[in-house]
């Protein structure tokens, strides 16, 4: 599976690679050599330096919180002269930051943890996401040609560097729905962290949850068509009609059935076809073709 980087397989970089000391010999390696792949922060100090056994633990607790999208290289200057000679370090604590092999950023004296966490979470967002866009697009490749397993442990392992990943959780719920586990896929869903809970993501894994419920209750297509034909005036055979459409893949056809529905009695069983229509634009992305011409004859319908 993916190891974003040289993360581990559950998204998290080994935390002795997160945070290490470094020397004169290992100063070209640990730090620019590395700054190619992720930004790294580097903090002068040294024993006797007050300030700095406050700065460094804040400095480290706010690399490890990053979960690889940061590191940090230690430097003491009493057995690290040259290098601190070779920066013009002046006093300590002193804080650098590299990116692409290059000073991008720095800082001295001791401040604040809030200070600190925006400094950590502003070089680290010089890296990018850490190739979890990637690492998405892949899951959701796998999911729609059917490899659910490797999607599901895709999605995970993203989960694993970014808990609060709307798009991978609600990816996760799609991939119990794809395998056939509706109740697993509604109970990951309402155990969502209150961050992403009204995510747009979670959203629409949870209308799909509900068409999958309705799919599951549909009756035979051709026995509904057959019951519009014969009373076209009846809205709930037209409207199980739609909820059967669908169930058998034919988006188009549901929402056209409802769409119809909603002209003839847009007020029938509390405004229920414009609320399934709802469900079903919700379920799709937004710039589907289905979503973005329903809801336009919707929306015709409702202003003419």
């Known amino acids: ?47 006797w330096c007050g300030p700095c056994k406050t700065l460094g633990p804040a400095l480290e607790a706010a690399v490890l919180a990053a979960k690889g999208k940061v ?37 001295q004296g ?28 892949a899951a959701e490749q796998m999911l729609a040609e059917g490899a659910v397993v490797d999607a599901l442990e895709t999605f995970a392992a993203i989960l694993g560097e970014e808990p609060e990943n709307a798009a991978a959780y609600a990816g996760l719920v799609r991939c119990h729905l794809a395998a056939g586990d509706v109740a697993q896929a509604e ?51 037209r409207f199980d009609l739609a909820l059967a459409l669908h169930a058998a893949g034919r988006i188009d056809e549901a929402v056209d059935a409802l769409l119809e529905l909603f002209r003839r009695d847009r007020e029938w069983n509390d405004g229920a076809a414009r609320a399934q229509l709802f469900t079903i634009f919700d379920a799709l992305k937004p710039t589907d073709p289905i979503v973005l011409k329903g809801r336009r004859r919707l929306s015709s319908m409702i202003f003419a």
């Open 71 to 107: 590191r940090m290289v230690k430097v003491n200057v009493d057995e690290n002269q040259m290098i601190a000679g070779q920066l013009r370090i002046q006093s300590i604590p002193t804080v650098f930051a590299f990116f692409q092999g290059q000073p991008v950023d720095a800082f």
């Open 187 to 237: 109970a990951f869903a309402n155990a969502a962290p209150p961050a992403i809970a009204k995510a747009k993501e979670l959203e629409a894994a949870k209308a799909q949850i509900e068409l999958a419920r309705q799919a599951a209750k549909a009756g035979p297509v051709a026995e509904l068509q057959r019951a519009v034909e014969a009373d076209p005036a009846n809205p709930q055979a």
């Open 1 to 47: 599976m993916f190891g974003f980087g040289d993360r581990t397989a559950t998204g998290a970089a080994p935390q002795g690679d997160l945070v290490k000391d470094t020397s004169e010999a290992t100063f070209m390696q640990d730090v620019i050599d590395a700054s190619r792949d992720v930004p790294v922060i580097v903090d002068f100090w040294a024993p």
């Open 110 to 137: 001791a401040l604040p943890p809030s200070e600190v966490k925006k400094f950590v979470d502003k070089i680290a967002s010089l890296g990018g996401d850490g190739g979890l866009a990637e690492a998405l697009e």
